[in-house]
């Protein structure tokens, strides 16, 4: 019997940094620690047609494909023949002011906020760190929410787990 895939939609405000490292970390992980149970995308309100460079190289440092991921309008998952999301999740605080498409289905939603390491400022290496710590974090989170036993939670619980999840 196959079971069937949790499509899982992360936003920030331009698709190009936070949220295209939380879909490359949740496919990874769910190809390897979840059995392939989560489908993950990504979008942003004002995407920017392409992804952040250092988004890029730290996906590449990593032994990720880095032409896998393009930048997303959020428009594309609302749309009648996208895929219907179980869960979506933001991820800056700038998304957070802006007036949400309707998405099909009835997803569960949370926000994970990290920092968006696009606005970091300083040397070179201290934005590469500002990179790294935010996939770090968003790692963090990935990881335990695909390790929740979703089979078994009421839709109550669930959403205080995945609320629970965007504090830590």
Excluded at 26 to 34: P, Q
Excluded at 81 to 103: G, Q, R, S, Y
Aim: charged share 15%.
């Amino acid at each position: 019997m196959t079971q069937q895939k949790i499509n899982v939609l992360f936003l920030c405000n331009t698709n190009t940094t936070c949220s295209i490292i939380a879909e490359a970390v949740m496919n990874r992980l769910s190809n390897t620690d979840a059995a392939g149970r989560f489908q993950a995308y990504s979008a942003g309100s004002f995407h920017r047609g392409m992804v952040h460079p250092y988004t890029l190289q730290l996906l590449a440092n990593n032994n990720y494909d880095p032409s896998e991921f393009r930048s997303k309008n959020w428009q594309e998952f609302a749309e009648p023949d996208a895929p219907v999301m179980n869960f979506i999740f933001t991820l800056t605080e700038e998304i957070l002011h802006e007036a949400c498409p309707a998405f099909p289905g009835l997803p569960l939603t949370a926000h994970w906020g990290v920092p968006d390491p696009a606005v970091a400022n300083g040397t070179n290496a201290e934005i590469h760190y500002a990179f790294s710590d935010t996939m770090r974090m968003i790692e963090q989170r990935v990881s335990i929410f695909v390790n929740l036993p979703h089979a078994n939670l009421d839709q109550l619980t669930l959403q205080q787990r995945i609320d629970d999840i965007g504090t830590k």
